[in-house]
């Protein structure tokens, strides 16, 4: 019996660790994701919500942009996964993105070199630089969405 739950147990860790594979970058893959990302910013968390899928969508304050952001407010998005980014309500970060919609992950996250950036791309447009964000067209979305933005925003 004990060999038998030594074998289940290796077998659900292995697949829980396998779900995500990410090698360490050296400092070439870091300086040719600075180059290749589509877009690149600095931003504060203002909040995250359920999306389609198993997604997560993050809403950015963005404070400075280097590449592909040209407003002060972002949505990215993430999964539930394990390879799923972990961003907490009011934290800083540093995100690279090459998709579109945006995303990140963990693997995406391990490249993120704020030295190598602000080195490479030097000053970004900072947030007062930025105009922002267009209003939604209220007319054009469906109730379940106008109802769902109602919801969070009481607890956001």
């Not at 504060?44 to 993050?58: F, L, Q, W």
């Not at 490479?120 to 267009?134: M, V, W, Y």
Request: hydrophobic residues 40%; proline residues 3%; aromatic residues 8%.
């Amino acid at each position: 019996m004990k060999i038998l739950a030594s074998i289940l147990i290796l077998f659900l860790a292995y697949n829980a660790v396998s779900a995500c594979n990410c090698s360490m970058p050296n400092e070439e893959k870091k300086k040719d994701a600075v180059k290749t990302s589509s877009a690149i910013f600095y931003g504060k968390v203002i909040s995250t919500s359920p999306a389609e899928n198993s997604e997560i969508d993050v809403k950015f304050q963005v404070l400075e942009s280097w590449k592909g952001i040209e407003t002060n407010e972002i949505i990215i998005k993430t999964n539930r996964s394990m390879c799923g980014a972990k961003f907490n309500v009011g934290e800083t970060k540093m995100i690279y993105s090459n998709s579109t919609p945006l995303s990140a992950n963990v693997c995406s996250m391990l490249l993120v070199d704020e030295k190598l950036v602000r080195e490479t791309l030097g000053k970004g447009k900072r947030f007062e630089d930025l105009p922002a964000p267009q209003s939604e067209n209220k007319e054009s979305e469906g109730f379940f969405a106008w109802l769902w933005r109602k919801i969070t925003s009481i607890f956001s």
